[in-house]
């Protein structure tokens, strides 16, 4: 890709993106014509169709599916759900369409540089949309053994495709009729999950809410649905909703996933989780590897069994980009009394090893 068509790219990116984070009530007709003509394809008559106005209420229609574990016993393409044989089909469609390319759309790590054109709109999307909003969104959700299309945030890997078509100059023939059903419904739902005999839709989120492409805010949900169906979440990792608008050091203590627990105490905020949680200092002493901040060495409460972990607080070593230092806490071995020997084995370094650090990071 020359120069000249980067900004091209851009803009298809940003056309895309649009597309799989729009909040405007899905196109209904569009979206159950793009399904039709998918089962078509499988040749099945077009099902019943039933919209819910979010992906958890659509779970309620979506029985749970063949367990992944039990699919060496299949005999024949016969044997396979109408999820399933769609899954085998876009699997083909996508090895035809890389053939065309010139390349694979390799999901996971890419080896060497990748093309510029992957770089401006495959790669950020991916990022985004399957990273940054789609993984959150699962785990928030009971989807064991449910098949799931993920309409508008499935924008990301059609873009790849339609961007080697626009911009990169490649003829799909006759295969562009194939993914044509598949772009539509990027273009106008939410998740959906394919069944016998009825498929079921969701509706698009009503807000979602990003920072630095990732599911994130500060105030309330950063995902919501019309019917009130949300997902709260920081940085992109799913929290309770306490976290956001109440926590305190009893739900802190009671929380059993410790990122839940750091990122309620940073909402907290560190000086009144020490003194709200009664926090007993073992021992403070200056950062040789920050010079001009402190190594705080604190006693936690007890767990179930009896034991009080530690917990060494510290200061980054470089500024955030509103220029703070953000105070941060990391957890370390209980018999450990002194901080900077617990800010060491934090590096996988002895205490006097750390101390010659010229600045950590």
């Known amino acids: 890709m020359s120069e000249r068509r980067r900004p091209v790219a851009a803009d298809l990116h940003d056309e895309w993106l649009g597309w799989a984070l729009s909040t405007r009530p899905a196109d209904r007709p569009a979206a159950e014509a793009a399904v039709t003509s998918l089962y078509a394809r499988l040749g099945r008559p077009a099902p019943a169709f039933v919209w819910a106005d979010s992906p958890g209420a659509a779970l309620e229609h979506v029985p749970r599916g063949i367990p992944l ?6 005999n024949s393409a016969a044997d ?10 876009v699997s083909g469609l996508r090895h035809a369409l890389d053939q065309r390319v010139g390349h694979d759309w390799n999901p996971g790590w890419s080896p060497g540089r990748p093309h510029r054109l992957d770089a401006v709109v495959r790669d950020p999307l991916r990022e985004t949309l399957r990273d940054g909003v789609c993984s959150p969104i699962r785990l928030a959700l009971p989807l064991a053994d449910r098949l799931t299309w993920y309409g508008q945030h499935d924008a990301y890997w059609i873009a790849h495709y339609d961007a080697w078509s626009r911009i990169g100059g490649r003829h799909y023939g ?13 273009r106008s739902c939410g998740w959906w999950w394919p069944l016998e005999d009825r498929c079921v839709l969701a509706e698009r989120p ?3 809410r990003l920072r630095d492409g990732r599911l994130h805010h500060d105030d309330g949900p950063a995902v919501t649905f019309p019917d009130g169906w949300s997902v709260h979440a920081l940085g992109g990792f799913v929290v309770p909703e306490w976290v956001i608008t109440g926590p305190t050091p009893e739900k802190i203590a009671a929380e059993p996933n410790v990122e839940v627990r750091r990122l309620a ?6 000086t009144r989780y020490i003194e709200e949680a009664g926090l007993r200092l073992v021992a ?28 060494l607080l510290a200061v980054n070593g470089s500024a955030e980009r509103d220029g703070r230092r953000r105070r941060y806490g990391l957890g370390v071995p209980h018999f450990i009394d002194d901080p900077v020997a617990a800010a060491a084995w934090t590096y996988g370094l002895s205490a006097h090893h750390y101390a010659l650090l010229a600045r950590r990071t």
Do not use: K
């Not at 920050?290 to 917990?311: C, H, Q, S």
């Open 69 to 74: 574990r039990a699919f060496n016993r299949l």
């Open 80 to 89: 396979l759900s109408a999820g399933q044989r769609l899954a085998t089909l």
């Open 174 to 186: 006759s295969l562009s009729a194939h993914l044509e059903p598949w772009a539509d419904l990027a």
């Open 206 to 208: 009503r807000s979602i």
């Open 265 to 270: 105490i940073e909402r907290l905020g560190w």
């Open 284 to 311: 403070a002493a200056p950062d040789p590897g920050n010079p001009g901040f402190d190594l705080e060495l604190y006693d936690l409460p007890r767990t179930a069994l009896g034991r009080r972990p530690r917990v």
